[in-house]
């Protein structure tokens, strides 16, 4: 699926920005080692994903179905040395960002799958009825924000919400979706959706501790 050049810059940018920024912790995943601004490591955000969207066998496949093997230490990962331990390839850089772009790409395409006739993933009973909500409304061009949102919660939860009490992370979402995604004809629905997860998936205060 084709993708705009400004969505892949908006990607990359958000990403060193927050690096910089150093964004608040809230995934709930433990990430001992790990500074501040790095991504959360591989196993952390599997964690995250299989506790919020995967379920049943599908939740040990995550790195064997869409993982390249030996990418792995550019994606965050523990070293175990003599001495201890040390986490390697945490830096938010144009590699680890390519490879988790190219990760939660194909993840998020197989969950757009779940608004056709394919059910190759078992998904959390919350995760799936939000799921499903957004890819019927999508589908009848009457996606509403109630639906929108409640998608967005059931994987981000409360991550993105700032000191303030907003969530302007949603906010940039939705409007993602009003402003690039709704209205392109040529793509279907299952494209749309794909659109929408893997833009939120990449997320910042989804990947960073």
């Known amino acids: 699926m084709k993708r705009p050049i400004q969505f892949l810059l908006f990607i990359t940018l958000s990403l060193v920005a927050s690096c910089k920024a150093a964004p608040k912790e809230g995934s709930g995943v433990k990430a001992v080692g790990i500074a501040k601004g790095e ?3 591989l196993v952390n955000i599997e964690k995250t994903i299989n506790s919020r969207i ?9 790195s064997q179905r869409y993982v390249e093997p030996g990418t ?5 990962q523990f070293q175990v040395l003599r001495q201890g331990s040390r986490f390697v390839g945490g830096s938010a850089n144009s590699l680890s ?3 988790w772009y ?9 969950l757009a799958a779940e608004c056709g ?30 639906h929108l949102s409640g998608l967005w919660q059931t994987f981000m939860r409360h991550d993105a919400v700032g000191d303030d009490g907003v969530d302007h992370e949603y906010d940039a979402w939705k409007q993602y979706y009003d402003s690039s995604v709704k209205e392109t ?9 794909e659109a929408l997860m893997v833009a939120g998936l990449m997320n910042p205060f989804f990947l960073l501790k």
Do not use: H
Not at 102 to 110: A, C, I, N, V
Not at 185 to 193: H, I, L, N, W, Y
């Open 117 to 146: 006739e394919s059910k190759a993933l078992q998904l959390q009973s919350p995760f799936a009825a939000a799921l499903k909500s957004v890819c019927e409304g999508v589908a009848s061009g009457s996606l509403s924000g109630e």
């Open 102 to 110: 190219k990760t939660l790409g194909q993840f998020s395409r197989d």
């Open 39 to 41: 991504f959360r490591g």
């Open 72 to 76: 792995e230490q550019y994606m965050g």
């Open 97 to 99: 960002i390519l490879l």
């Open 54 to 62: 995967l379920a049943g066998p599908t939740q040990s496949a995550f």
């Open 185 to 193: 004809a040529d793509r279907s629905t299952e494209q749309k959706v």
